[in-house]
T-cell receptor
């Protein structure tokens, strides 16, 4: 398996623009997570899906952030409108079962909002 | 509330020295899972080890070993005979009843040649 695939790897956008990050989880995995990593706040869980259903989105910073998982092989994280403080590395991860198996991470998307 | 605490921010050692990373966790659940991840300079997060709350047996896997003690809520990780390639940020993580994987702040390990 190719592992968790994220795109794009790098994204530079202007403040106010819409940004869409994409993730393809490992085939057969039932759980999908979106994390954000910054120097100040470390690794923060944004949202967690199980069997394509959002289970916990309490980590989503505000209404500008939204995530979808239309099927088992694809998820998106959208920021609209983007702000400079959204600059971070965004990771997608998937696991076979929720909680009790290890999560495998994609290589991340480095987002820079100028 | 902080679920995972890694008190060591940075550790610097000379090659071949052993490195022990501390991790203290907090949970009210009786069933939970603990993990260690490595983030090398290239940025990806790599899974290293997993332990469940019912198995306190400590193990060794190559140069990695871990010490899980429920009595002190600790899950420490040791790299034996460190190498330059071990230089990375190491994260301890906990998954409990809410199934969310909560990470500690990470410990930066620098191994000097």
């Amino acid at each position: 398996d190719a592992g968790v695939i994220q795109s794009p790897r790098h994204e530079v956008t202007e403040m106010g623009q819409e940004v869409t990050l994409r993730c393809k989880p490992i085939s057969g995995h039932n759980s999908l997570f979106w994390y954000r990593q910054t120097m100040m706040r470390g690794l923060e869980l944004l949202i967690y899906f199980n069997n394509n259903v959002p289970i916990d989105d309490s980590g989503m910073p505000e209404d500008r952030f939204s995530a979808k998982m239309p099927n088992a092989s694809f998820s998106t994280l959208k920021i609209q409108p983007s702000e400079p403080r959204d600059s971070a590395v965004y990771f997608c991860a998937s696991s076979l079962l929720h909680g009790d198996t290890e999560a495998f991470f994609g290589q991340g998307t480095r987002l820079t909002v100028v | 509330a902080q679920k995972v605490t890694q008190a060591q921010t940075e550790i610097s050692v000379v090659e071949k020295e052993d490195v022990t990373l501390d991790c203290v966790y907090e949970t009210r659940d009786t069933t939970y899972y603990l993990f260690w991840y490595k983030q090398p300079p290239s940025g990806e997060l790599v899974f290293l080890i997993r332990r469940n709350s019912f198995d306190e047996q400590n193990e060794i896997s190559g140069r990695y070993s871990w010490n899980f003690q429920k009595s002190t809520s600790s899950f420490n990780f040791t790299i034996t005979a460190s190498q330059v390639v071990d230089s990375a940020v190491y994260f301890c993580a906990l998954s409990d009843g809410d199934y969310k994987l909560s990470f500690g702040a990470g410990t930066t390990v620098t191994v000097r040649a």
